[in-house]
Structure formats: C-alpha cells, structure tokens
C-alpha cells in the first residue's frame, strides 16, 4: 500500500520533470535568440529595430512607450504568453496580418520552445 503510494507519487513527478524539460530549454533558447537580437533586446529596455522583450511574458501587444508599432500590431488584441509568442515567431507575417517583423519564422517546434523558456527565464 505505501509502496505503491510511493511509487505514484515518484512516477507523478517523473512525469512534471518531463513536461517541464518538453517546455524548453533556457540555455538552448539564449543562443536561439541570437536570431532575434539584431532586433530585440530582452536585457534592458531598450528598442532597436524591434521593441525591448523586457517583461514580454504577460505584456499586451503593441505597448512599449517610444516604439513605433504597426497598426496592425498595436491593434492586434493579443497579451504575449508561451503560447501566443509560439504561434507569431513560426510565422510571424500570418499570425498578425500586416505587422512590420521583419523575419521568417522559426520553424522547429523545439527552437521556439527554447527562445520561450529563455524568456520566461529572465521575468
Ligand atoms: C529584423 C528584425 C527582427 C527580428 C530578427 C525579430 N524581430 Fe520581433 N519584432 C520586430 C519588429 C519591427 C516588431 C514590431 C512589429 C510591428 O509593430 O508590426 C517585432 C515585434 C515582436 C514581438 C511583439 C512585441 C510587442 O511589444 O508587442 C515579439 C514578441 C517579438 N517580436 C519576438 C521576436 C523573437 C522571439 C524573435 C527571434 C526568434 C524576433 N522577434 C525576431 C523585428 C524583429
């Protein structure tokens, strides 16, 4: 009866563990954001040719002050989590119809999932 309790328990967080690791590595996603840094910067805030990703985590859509926004971002609705950040940075022309981010997309699943946890990692 113990044993088996113990035995859920171990194997209820062998399982957490592995939805954590499938979330995204951090340290893999530092060196993914290299593709975004010409652009971003997630460290301080400042803007480049893109907005600063400080605080992007909860943050809607199109509101740094002294960033010129597209319309079509500054209207977009969207609040920035791990999910909605995964569907722009795919395809980042198709999610916001008309936005000005000029990149192609991240096309592996796994190197978005990196970039998100690096990310969560600075909040
Ligand atoms: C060539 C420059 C460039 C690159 C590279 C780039 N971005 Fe962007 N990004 C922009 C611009 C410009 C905008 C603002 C778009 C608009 O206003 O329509 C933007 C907007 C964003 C936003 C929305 C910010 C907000 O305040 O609403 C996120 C999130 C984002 N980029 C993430 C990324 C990530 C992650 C990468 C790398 C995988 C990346 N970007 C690569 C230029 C870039």
Known sequence: ML???VFTSLAALALSVGAAHAAGDAAKGEKVF???????DA????????PHL??????PAGTVDGFK???AM???GITWDAETIDAYIAEPKTY????????????????RADVI????SLQ
Do not use: Q, T
């Open 3 to 5: 044993r088996n309790l």
């Open 34 to 40: 290299r593709k975004c840094k010409a652009c971003h």
């Open 43 to 50: 460290e301080n805030e400042k803007n480049k040719v893109g």
């Open 54 to 59: 400080v605080g992007i985590i909860g943050r």
């Open 69 to 71: 926004y597209s319309d």
């Open 74 to 76: 500054a209207n977009s």
């Open 96 to 111: 916001v119809e008309g936005n000005r981010m000029a990149f192609p997309g991240l096309k592996k699943e796994e190197d």
């Open 117 to 120: 946890a690096y990310l969560e």
